[in-house]
Structure formats: C-alpha cells, structure tokens
C-alpha cells in the first residue's frame, strides 16, 4: 500500500495521547463529614457511572481515530501492472486518428497504464502518434521519463482525419538512425488498414518499421466499434432505375463486417441541434454497410443539417449536409397516359426523380401555385397560349422549365394535344425564348437513325462538354439515340448545346429566359426513341439538373471555399484550425479529409459545400497483424482506500454514539439493535458509493419508455397529467418527457402544483385521478371496446382529452399540404378509435374562444408544427359548463414541450424555432388551467365584480 498524503501518517503519534485522555479519572472526592449525607446511603441509583469506559468502547474509539487518520492520508492499493516485455525504453506508439474516437477513453487509460508500469520499473519511454496536426515532427525522437509522457499523453486528443502511417514509419526510421534502441514496442492500434491505393504499402513500411526495433505488442480494442456515414452511393448513376426507388434514403453506414447483427441508432439534427427523428440501422451478420432510412416529409428533410451515430462521437459518425443534399420541389405536368405503366409520359422520370426531388404531378395551373424548383414539360402538355404565358412568367421569376421533344414538336398534327398552328409556332425559324419556350430553333421534322427505311444507325454520346452541369459523368457505350429532333443551325449553337451526339448534333439544349431557364431533350422521356430513359445516366442528368436549378452548380476549379467551421475527432463543430485551408469548389467529394482540409462547412451561406469523412472513405477493410495481438483486458487499475477507511470510521463513531446513549440509559436494547442496523446500512452503502466511483463504466442501456403507471396512490395525492399508453416505445417515451416538460413550465410560471406525469391504460387504470389526459394516435390504433367505455366515464365526469395526430395525414391531404407524410394513416385511425366516443359538434378553434385567453393571450396554436387546425366543441354545445372535453389537433404538442434528463428540449420546432416553442408551452397552460378551473372566464355571473374592481 502506498499514501498520497503520508505527512498525515504523523497523527499515529497522538493515539497515546487520545488513549491517556480517554482513561483519565477524575480527582478523588474530598472526604467531608456530614451528617445528613448518611440518608443518601439508603438510596440505590439505577445506573452507576463509571469511572472510566469500557476497554472494548476505548478500542473502538482508537479504532475510529486510526481509521480517519489512515482515511485521510491517502492510501492506494497499486493495482496489477501491465506486464511490460524486455527492458530498456519502451516505445509506445499510438493511433490516435478519426476512428479512435469512440473508445479513445479506453485507449488513453491503457496507455496510461503502460507508463505507469515503465514508471515503476524506471524504465523511459517515447511516445509516437500516427497522427498530427502538423506534417513535421509529429513526436520528439528521445527518451522521457515514463512520467512526462504520460503529461504529454494527457494532451493527446483524436484528430478528425485518417493516420499517417507512411510518415510514422518514416519517423521511426529517423529515430533508429539517431540511435534510440527499444527494449519494448507496443502499438495501440485501431485495428483498420490505411485506405487509398498507397494505404497497404504504408501499412507494411509502418510495421517493418516498428519491428526492426524488436518483437511488437499489438493492444486492440473492441468498443463500439467504427462506423463511417457517407453519403448514398454515387455508383448509382450506372445502375437502373429500379436501384433507386427506395424512399428516404439519406446515408449509407460503413463498418468492418461482424459474426452477429449489430443495431445502430442514427439521430438526424436541425440547425439549431434539436432532433428531427431517429432511424435504426440493422447491420446483418457478415454485413458491411446498410442504408440509412429516415422517414421525414420533405419540409422537415430539408431542415436536417447533420446525421450522427448515437454512442459514436466521432468525425466518421457524423455526416454533414449542405445545399446539394436538399430535396427540391419538383413538377410534373400530367398527361393522359401520365400515369399509364412503362409506356406513360411519366414513367420513367418519376423513376428517376423520386429519390432526390419532391415531386408534385397535376395540372400547370395546379402545380404554379406552389412553391416549385423544377417544372417538367412533357411533350404537347404546353400547346395553349394561356398555359405558355404563365409558364414564361414563372421562368422569368427564376425558375427551370424542362421540356421533352415528342409527336408535337416533331411536326405531327395527328396528337391530341396539338395544333398546326402550335406546331408551327414552336418550331419558328428564329425560336425567342419567352415566345416559344424553346431554347433553340428547331427543324420541323424528326430524324430518324437507324430503322428499315433508313441509312444510318443509332447514334451514341459524345462526351460532356466542360461548361455543361453534366460534365464529370460517366457516358455509358450502350446509350443510344435512334430519334431526335434537330436543331436549327446557328452561330451559337454550341453555346446552347449542354450534351451532344457522337455526330455533333445537340441532344440537350438551354436557353436564359429572366432569371430562369429552359431546358429542351431532343428526345422523348420514354424509351421511344432513346434508351437513355432506361440508363442510370438518365438519373444522374436530372439529378444535376435539379441542382443545377436550386443554384448548386458546378464551379470552376479556382473557386476555392474558406473553411468556415470544422469538425473536430469527437464529431462537435467549431472554428477551423489555423492549419486549415481552402478547397476548390470542383474537388469535394473526391478529396481526402486532412489538416490541411479538415471535415467542415466551407463558404458563404449561399453556397455552402460540406466536407465529409464519409466523401472518400466508402469502405473498411482490417489491419494485418504487427506483431501478436492482444487486448486491454487484464489490467487491474490502482484502487483508492481512503474513501472506504473513512466510511469505516465513520460506522465505527456511529457506534460508539449508541453505546455511550446505551451505557447511560437514554437507549433500550432493542432500539439501540435498530438504530445499529440501520448505522451499519449506511456504512457499507457509503462503501459501495466510494468504491464505485473506481469502477469502470458500465455500458448504459438505450433509454427504454417509461412504463405504464402500476398505481394510483401519487395521482390521489397530488395533481397530475396523464397520457395513453399507445405501446409504441418511441411514442410513449416523447408522451411523458413532453407532459415532464409541460408540467415543468406550468409550475414555474403559475400558481398551480403539477407532478409528473403517469401513463394509463383506459380500462385498466382508474382516471378519475386525472384533470387532463394526453392521447397520440398512431396509425396502427384500433378500437377498443373497454378503452372507449373508460373514456365516456372520463368525459362524463369532467375529463378533458387532447387528440394529438401527430402531424398531417398524406392519404387525406393535397398536394398543398406543407407537412405531408408526417403521420401516414393516423386520419384513418382517428376515426377508428373515436368512433364510440360521445364527442360533441366541433368547432376550429380561434383567438375569441376562452381557451385562447385561458392564461396567456394567444393567437395561433402551434406545436411542433405551425399552422395546423384544432378542434374544440362548439360553444353552447357542450356539456359542464360549456368547458370543452376534447381538443382535437395534428400539431405534434408532446414534441415541443418534451425535455430531456437535464431539463433540455430534445425536439426541433418547425418552422418559428424558439418563439414557435413558447407558443406552445402557453398553449398547454391554457389547456392544463382550462382543463382545472372550467370556463369560468365565460361566467357573466362575475361581470359586476370584475367591472366594480375596475371602477366602471
């Protein structure tokens, strides 16, 4: 055993003292003759008081005394050292990269527990990180003492970028060359392989290098594992149609394959750092990457600024969006056989278009009343000069026009939806733009390429031209044009021409018309005449398309973006280094994460770019052994026993206070036995809290929901809210941390007392306990019999029920609705589950109804969403007291009021941010006072009173 504070060991030295003082009599009683004192003979006391104490009390008061002393002093158990090989420096070399991060405290106490070891034996060491800020020197090349490396050590962060094992061994090869021999080499490594073409011939450098200066111990660690988040595959653009279908899909996982199914949980942020959703992620056995699903609608997917991985801070867990990663609104004029399988008008770019845009199919004067990014024109859908009119002026405001060549344009009067004047307009010799919408002049008929009665064959692409959006995408050979239209020859064709044929000849045309512009496909968006709809090159233009309208174009390579904030290797933005430089705007997405371009956000606001660790690094491969590998288990860390030698003591005191109270007759035998049982409880609880506190941590469970309330003795005894337990874990846990968080702003802002909150099950527990009950419907909820009977006692008897949707119901709203997907079917279940229910006629529910002026004055009723209708019983209708039983609503309220462990809002509000979720808590003060007190604000009984208190 070793002290901290052994100067305090000098206080051994008073125990004789306290042994002297604890036995002194007091002087012998002078002897004085008195004769009365003869009758006090006669009398016996109960108790005699001793002289001294008993010797077993003064051994337990030495005992105390020792104790606190030893307690004080600081003693240490040393734990078992790691066994360190051969003797001599040790060399202890450390990856300290990204992917450290998750288990980097772990790695830090190992590391520590190696000097400690080199420490004790005397031996020096020297410390080599793979990873540095700086290019040069990343380490000092001599021996230390084990104690100062261990002050450098506890400098050490992980840095958000990959290790530099190629420099590493080239700084080993500098320090065996300066004449540093090693009697011990131990590499705490990440267990990854370097990546890039160069990765595994510096992997080998590095590790001949560390082997050339003796046998090396490998130390890996298995915590949580590394995970990357990268965006959804590129290589998509070379694939079908069919690939691409999958909805929601924002990211892919990256990992090293495992022997058993791991489940992940990726959490996807707003700007402000509130929580948008939470998507789990099963990597199956064997599996190396999964995609992220996160269902959103498309409001709130564009709000998401950042995706991490929960339990994995770290630069790889965390994904950064910027512009180019947003969903734009996308229109699709419909056709008559629009929506007919494989051969519509429509087919194949709903297809292409579902997984980057939001799309809208309807009418032109439908889908212009809307806010839209990109609006696709097949062919003949722009054949009425009313219809052309508005389509140009919704151009010239800034927006993109995508049109399609089809019968109509190639001249052929027979289509339904043209005229020969039609035809004859678009196709003018000298095509204006804003009198056309066309980009270009074109020739009144199609050419044909290839077929029985012609010539010539079907025609491939040319590779893209520099100045077009498409340039840098990959031109299949299989992608062939047997049809088009043709351009009239001009000067300035060229500049108009985004993709050609390998003949020359335009395949893709623009044109500026204001601030927008148009976009003409010389063919058909069916596979009529090309088989470039069945390509994935096909998805790839659109794509870049879409962006290229919503401003995210292509620059030039000398436009270089500042970095404006950066990540560091535990995933949290902040300000760049001064190492960190500018990255041309033509290189993200192909250039590595570095010190010199960290993982961040670079330029202005308007365009933004993100720089990700996910952007290069798509896939995990292991790293080859070094040397024998083991693990960090089997260390045994220095145990602390002051806070045990006091806990002890302080039993022992307590004891000694029952038996001094027991020797002098102010405690029985059987209560002094309780209080000691009860002393010795809180003795070795204070035992177990002091050494706990040395443990390490133990992995902390996902946060389960809160269970159902099992008995209503706390809601007798004080006032509190309720909410239906739906059996959906995620739903039920934002039920009660929303009423938690409501329940907290009601208590501090008026005069009422709220507990917290139970979940009930109508039914089964009583709720006549309850002022208020909080009910969210899911779309899976079904009637039921015993529920609805619970309910219409609860309403009957004074209850008031909020009806919370959750959000919009897609299957029962238009094309208009702001928030749509939010709560797919919960419409449906609404009606179900009330059915029995005897709900009064409803009313909306607006600024003159008492509700809104219940406690605070209150115009709109948002909750995590703004601008959703609520429901309340018409005036005059409804029963006791005209207070209404139910509020009916889709704004999500237990998302804007739910608060965490720490008191924290966990949820984004959309879109009026912090003042929408003031709003919101007002709102539910309002219905929690109105749900207490009734509508007495409605009472003209009290009219006089209140107009003779004003003095009128």
Same mark, same amino acid.
């Given at each position: ?457 079907? =025609?491939? !692409? $040319?590779?893209?031209? @520099? *100045?077009?959006?498409? #340039?840098?995408? %990959?031109?299949?050979? &299989?992608? +062939?044009?047997?049809? =088009?239209? !043709? $351009?009239?020859?001009? @000067? *300035?064709?060229?500049? #108009?021409?985004? %993709?050609?044929?390998? &003949?020359? +000849? ?21 596979? &009529? ?23 995210? &174009? ?399």
């Amino acid at each position: 055993m070793i002290f901290q504070f052994p100067a305090l060991l000098a206080g051994l030295i008073t125990l004789p003292a306290i042994w002297w003082l604890l036995r002194a009599r007091p002087p012998s009683p002078r002897i004085q003759t008195f004769p009365p004192i003869a009758l006090l003979a006669s009398l016996h006391p109960k108790q005699d008081d001793a002289a001294t104490p008993p010797f077993w009390l003064l051994l337990l008061r030495l005992a105390a005394a020792a104790l606190l002393i030893l307690g004080l002093s600081g003693p240490v158990i040393p734990g078992r050292p790691v066994p360190l090989p051969g003797n001599g420096t040790l060399l202890l070399v450390i990856d300290n990269d990204m992917m450290t991060a998750p288990d980097w405290n772990e790695r830090n106490a190992a590391a520590h527990a190696l000097l400690d070891a080199a420490g004790r034996a005397g031996r020096p060491a020297v410390l080599l990180t793979t990873a540095s800020e700086e290019r040069e020197n990343p380490v000092t090349s001599h021996a230390l003492p084990a104690e100062q490396v261990a002050l450098a050590l506890d400098a050490l962060r992980p840095l958000p970028w990959a290790a530099d094992r190629a420099l590493a061994a080239r700084q080993l090869e500098k320090m065996k060359s300066d004449g540093l021999s090693a009697g011990a080499v131990i590499y705490l490594s990440n267990g990854l392989a370097s990546a890039g073409k160069d990765g595994g011939a510096a992997d080998r450098s590095f590790s001949t290098a560390m082997q050339a200066f003796g046998n090396v111990q490998e130390v890996r660690f298995t915590g949580n594992g590394a995970f990357v988040l990268s965006h959804a595959a590129e290589e998509a653009q070379d694939t079908s149609p069919d690939s691409l279908s999958t909805a929601g899909v924002m990211a892919q996982l990256e990992a090293l394959p495992a022997d058993l199914p791991r489940r992940v949980r990726v959490r996807a942020h707003s700007e402000d750092g509130g929580t948008l959703a939470l998507a789990d992620v099963t990597l199956p056995a064997g599996a190396s990457s999964a995609p992220v699903s996160v269902s959103l609608p498309t409001v709130m997917r564009n709000r998401v600024d950042m995706l991490t991985i929960d339990g994995n801070a770290s630069a790889p867990g965390t994904l950064l969006l910027d512009e180019g990663d947003r969903l734009r609104p996308v229109g699709l004029i419909a056709t008559g056989s629009g929506d007919t399988p494989l051969v519509g008008s429509l087919f194949y770019l709903r297809r292409a278009l579902a997984p980057n845009a939001d799309l809208h199919t309807g009418s032109t004067t439908t889908l212009l009343s809307q806010p839209l990014s990109v609006l696709i024109a097949p062919d003949g859908t722009l054949a009425d000069a009313e219809t052309q009119q508005k389509v140009a002026d919704w151009v010239r405001k800034g927006g993109t026009l995508i049109r399609f060549a089809g019968r109509t344009l190639a001249g052929h009067e027979d289509s339904a939806q043209s005229t020969p004047e039609t035809s004859r307009t678009e196709t003018a010799a000298h095509a204006d733009p804003e009198k056309t919408l066309l980009p270009v002049a074109l020739m009144p008929t199609a050419r044909q390429l290839g077929g029985a009665m012609s010539w010539g064959r079907p =025609q491939s !692409l $040319a590779d893209f031209p @520099t *100045d077009s959006p498409f #340039h840098g995408l %990959a031109v299949p050979k &299989d992608v +062939t044009v047997s049809r =088009q239209i !043709l $351009a009239q020859p001009a @000067t *300035d064709l060229s500049a #108009h021409s985004w %993709a050609r044929l390998a &003949d020359g +000849t335009p395949l893709v045309t623009h044109a500026t018309l204001g601030k927008g512009e148009i976009v003409l496909f010389h063919v058909t968006p069916t596979a &009529d005449w090309s088989n470039l709809p069945l390509s994935g090159l096909f998805v790839s233009m659109l794509t870049r398309l879409v962006e290229h309208a919503s401003g995210v &174009d292509i620059p030039s390579d000398n436009n270089v973006l500042p970095p404006v904030m950066t990540l560091d290797g535990e995933g949290v933005l902040g300000s760049p280094s001064p190492l960190a430089r500018g990255l041309a705007s033509s290189k993200f997405g192909t250039t590595p994460v570095s010190p010199e371009h960290p993982p961040g956000l670079y330029g202005s606001r308007a365009a933004r770019r993100a720089l990700n660790v996910g952007d290069t690094l798509h896939a995990l491969s292991p790293l080859p052994p070094t040397g024998a590998v083991t693990n960090p288990a089997g260390h045994r860390p220095d145990r602390l026993m002051g806070p045990t030698l006091l806990a002890i003591a302080l039993l022992l005191l307590a004891g000694d206070a029952l038996a001094t109270l027991f020797l002098r007759g102010f405690l029985s035998l059987s209560r002094a036995r309780k209080v000691l049982h009860l002393s010795i409880f809180v003795g070795l609880s204070s035992m177990a809290l002091s050494s706990s506190g040395f443990a390490q941590d133990a992995p902390v469970a996902p946060e389960a929901a809160p269970p159902a309330m099992a008995s209503v003795p706390g809601a007798a005894l004080e006032t509190r809210l309720a909410y239906v337990v739906t059996g959906n874990p995620e739903v039920d846990a934002v039920s009660q941390e929303g009423l938690q968080g409501l329940s907290d702003y009601v208590n501090a802002r008026t005069s009422a007392v709220i507990g917290h909150p139970d979940g009930v099950h109508p039914g089964k527990d009583d709720l006549a306990y309850y002022p208020l009950l909080y009910w969210p419907i899911t779309s899976d909820a079904h009637a039921d019999p015993a529920v609805t009977s619970a309910l219409t006692t609860f309403i009957a008897h004074g209850g008031m029920i909020i009806i919370d949707t959750q959000g919009v119901d897609t299957a029962n709203s238009g094309d208009n609705d702001t928030l749509a997907g939010e709560a797919p079917g919960s419409a449906a279940a609404l009606r179900r589950v009330t059915a029995g229910l005897p709900i009064p006629p409803l009313m909306h529910l607006d600024d003159h109804h008492v509700l809104s002026h219940t406690f605070y004055l209150l115009h709109d009723f948002p909750g995590r969403y703004a601008g959703q209708p609520v429901w309340v019983a018409r005036d005059g209708e409804a029963e006791n007291d005209d207070v209404s039983p139910v509020i009916i609503g889709s704004a999500d309220w237990a998302h804007a009021w739910a608060v965490d462990q720490n008191g924290d809002t966990r949820f984004a509000v959309l879109p009026g941010g912090d003042e929408q979720r003031r709003t919101a808590y007002r709102f539910g003060v309002n219905a929690v006072i109105y749900a207490l007190t009734g509508n007495y604000k409605a009472d003209q009984v009290h009219v006089p009173a209140i107009l003779k208190r004003l003095g009128q």
